[in-house]
C-alpha cells in the first residue's frame, strides 16, 4: 500500500496539524513509486523531480486523478520550501484534473484547498485563504482535518482583525476538544490570545499559562513553541524580564523541534528584550540565520523550475530516440513495399493490387506519426533553447559582477517567461489535451504580479467558461492582457482583483487596482480605444471609473 504525501507548515503561526497519511491502492507507475521513496528519504528535490514524471505518464494514460494527486503532492513540496506562489500555480493547476461529485477525489481536493489556504496566509492573502480553507472544511470527511481547518479558518480572521468571528468559532471548538488535552491546549492558546489582541487589558496570562501546561504534560513540543511565543508577545510590554525568559525557552524548543522560522523569530524577540550590551550574539545568531534561510529558500524556488526543465529535456531525448526508431521501421517498410511491389507484379491477377493498397495506407501513417513526433520534438528544442539557455545567461552574469542589476536581470527573466508562454501556447494547441481556459486566465493574470503587487483573481472557475463561446474567451483574454499592461505601465497599483460573474446569459468581469487612477488624456489612448472596440463588437458594454490617486474601476458586461 501506498500512502499520499500530505505533511504540511508547522509553523505555529498558522497552526497546521502533523502530517497525516491516507491510504490508497499501489500506482502502477514506477515514477510514482520513486517519488514515494525519496519523501521517506528526506529528499524533497528528487521527489518532486519524479512527481513530474510520473505526471507526465499519468497524461499520457488519461489517468486524471493520478495527474492530480502528482500536482497535489508537488504543490505541497512548492509550500514547504517557501516558494509560495509556485504551490499556488501548482495546486489550481490540480483542481481542473479532480471531479467534485466524485466521493473518491474529495480527501484530495481537501488536501489541496488546505495548502493552497496555508499558501495565502503565508502571503498574506487573508481572504483567499478562507476561500480556499472553505472549500478544504466542504470535501473533509475526517474529523481532525476538519477541527485543523476549522482553526485555521479562525486564524484568517484574526489577521483579518476580524477577533470577533475568529473568537466565536475558538468557542465553538473549545467545546469539543475537551477530550484531547493537545486540541484543547492549542484551542485555548489561540483564544487567549485573540481575546487579548481584541483589548490589550484583556488578562488572558492563566488561560496561556494553563495552554503551556498541558503541552508540557504532553510532551507537546510544537505545542509548546507556540505558547512561549504567545506568552513572550503578552509579556513584552507588560513584563520585559518574564517576556525575556519566555523568549529564550522558545528559541531552545525551536532548535529542538528544528523550526528555523520560529527560531529566527525568538531571536527577533531576543534582541529586542536583551539590553544592547548583552544582544550583539543574538542578532549575529539571527543575521546570519536569516541570510541562511534567504538564500536556501531563493535555491529551491529556482531548483523547482530547473528540475521541471530537466524531465523537458530528457522527454524531448525520448521523442528524438522514438523518431530515430520510426524513420528505421520507415525504411525497413520502404524496403517491404518494394518487395511487395516486385510481387505485386507476378501476382497481379491474384489479387496484387489489395496488397499495395495496403502497404501504401501503411506507409502514410506511418509518416503522419513521424510528422507529428517532429514538430514535438522540435518545440521541446525550443524550449531547451529559449528557457535553459536564458537561465544560463543570467546565472552566468548574476556569478561573474559583483554588483548585481536587479531591474535588468527581473526585465531578462520576465522576457524569458513571455517567451516561454508563446511555447506553450503553440504547444497547446497541437496536443490532444488542451490545458483549460480558466488555467490560461490565471497564468496571463499572475504573470503581473510581483514582489510589491499582488493580483488576486474570484470566480474563475472552470464552469463558468463551460458554454461560453470560443470567440467571447479569446477576447475576453485579450482585454485582459491590455488592461494589465495598462496598469503596469501606468498605475503604480500594489493590489490588482479581477472577478468573472456569469448570470441570466451575461457575463460580467470587474476590474479594480489601488493605482494612481486613469488622467482624461489617457482615457482616448489607442490600447484602452481597442478594448473598447472588441467588446462592442461583441454587443457588449466596458465602463471606467476613475479618480485621481484612488485607483480605476472598470466594469464591463458581455451578454452570452
Known amino acids: 500500500m501506498k500512502y499520499l504525501y500530505l505533511y504540511c507548515i508547522t509553523i505555529f503561526m498558522f497552526s497546521c496539524v502533523s502530517p497525516d497519511r491516507i491510504k490508497e491502492d499501489k500506482a502502477v507507475n514506477p515514477d510514482y513509486d520513486k517519488a514515494y521513496e525519496y519523501i521517506d528519504a528526506g529528499k524533497t528535490d528528487s521527489s518532486f523531480f519524479f512527481f513530474d514524471k510520473a505526471r507526465q505518464v499519468f497524461l499520457d494514460n488519461k489517468d486524471s486523478l493520478g495527474v492530480a494527486k502528482c500536482l497535489v503532492n508537488m504543490a505541497i513540496t512548492q509550500k514547504d520550501q517557501s516558494d509560495y506562489f509556485g504551490a499556488q500555480e501548482t495546486g489550481l493547476q490540480a483542481v481542473s484534473y479532480m471531479n467534485v461529485n466524485n466521493p473518491k477525489h474529495h480527501i484530495y481536493l481537501s488536501t489541496n484547498y488546505n495548502n493552497l489556504g496555508v499558501a495565502s496566509s503565508a502571503l498574506g492573502q487573508y481572504k483567499s485563504a478562507l476561500s480556499f480553507y472553505g472549500l478544504a472544511l466542504k470535501f473533509s470527511n475526517d474529523s481532525s482535518n476538519t477541527f485543523s481547518y476549522q482553526n485555521n479558518i479562525a486564524l484568517c480572521y484574526q489577521n483579518l482583525r476580524q477577533y470577533n468571528k475568529a473568537i466565536e468559532i475558538y468557542n465553538n471548538l473549545l467545546e469539543k476538544t475537551k477530550e484531547s488535552p493537545k486540541r484543547y491546549a492549542r484551542v485555548l492558546s489561540n483564544l487567549a490570545r485573540a481575546k487579548w489582541l481584541q483589548n490589550s487589558n484583556y488578562q488572558s496570562e492563566a488561560e496561556l499559562l494553563e495552554a503551556a501546561a498541558i503541552r508540557e504534560q504532553e510532551n507537546d513540543l510544537w505545542g509548546l513553541n507556540a505558547s512561549y511565543s504567545h506568552l513572550t508577545d503578552y509579556y513584552t510590554n507588560s513584563n520585559t524580564q518574564i517576556a525575556l525568559l519566555y523568549a529564550q525557552k522558545m528559541h531552545t524548543v525551536a532548535r529542538e523541534i528544528k523550526s528555523v522560522d520560529d527560531q529566527i523569530y525568538a531571536l527577533g524577540k531576543l534582541v529586542e528584550l536583551t539590553p544592547s550590551y548583552d544582544a550583539k550574539e543574538y542578532f549575529r545568531e539571527y543575521q546570519h540565520l536569516s541570510d541562511s534561510i534567504q538564500q536556501a529558500r531563493a535555491a529551491a524556488k529556482n531548483q ?8 523537458e529535456k530528457n522527454k524531448a531525448e525520448n521523442l528524438r530516440l522514438e523518431k530515430e526508431n520510426a524513420e528505421k521501421q520507415n525504411r525497413l517498410i520502404r524496403q517491404r513495399v518494394i518487395t511487395g511491389a516486385s510481387i505485386f507484379l507476378l501476382v497481379l491477377v491474384a489479387g496484387g493490387g489489395t496488397l499495395w493498397y495496403k502497404r501504401r495506407k501503411q506507409r502514410l501513417e506511418l509518416e503522419a506519426e513521424n510528422k507529428v513526433k517532429e514538430t514535438q520534438l522540435h518545440l521541446s528544442k525550443k524550449i531547451h533553447d529559449v528557457v535553459a539557455n536564458g537561465i544560463y545567461r543570467v546565472m552566468s552574469e548574476i556569478e561573474h559582477n559583483e554588483e548585481v542589476d536587479r531591474d535588468g536581470v527581473l526585465d531578462k527573466l520576465e522576457n524569458m517567461y513571455h517567451q516561454s508562454r508563446d511555447i506553450s501556447h503553440n504547444v497547446e494547441q497541437q496536443t490532444i489535451i488542451e490545458v483549460p481556459y480558466n488555467e490560461q486566465l490565471a497564468s496571463l493574470l499572475k504573470s503581473f504580479a510581483a514582489d510589491h503587487r499582488r493580483v488576486l ?16 474567451k479569446e477576447e475576453v483574454k485579450h482585454v485582459l492582457q491590455e488592461l494589465l499592461v495598462n496598469m503596469k505601465k501606468h498605475s503604480q497599483a500594489e493590489q490588482v482583483v479581477v472577478r468573472f460573474e456569469k448570470s441570466d446569459q451575461q457575463l460580467t468581469i ?13 482615457s482616448q489612448g489607442k490600447g484602452l480605444a481597442n478594448t473598447v472596440s472588441r467588446i462592442e463588437s461583441l454587443g457588449g458594454k466596458i465602463i471606467f471609473v476613475s479618480e485621481p490617486g484612488k485607483g480605476l474601476d472598470i466594469t464591463t458586461t458581455i451578454p452570452l
Open 457 to 472: 483573481i474570484a470566480g474563475n472557475d472552470a464552469e463558468q467558461w463551460a458554454e461560453i463561446s470560443k470567440r467571447i
Open 510 to 522: 470587474y476590474y479594480k487596482d489601488n493605482g494612481v487612477g486613469m488622467p482624461a488624456e489617457k
Open 304 to 311: 523547482f523550475a530547473l528540475i521541471r526543465y530537466e524531465v
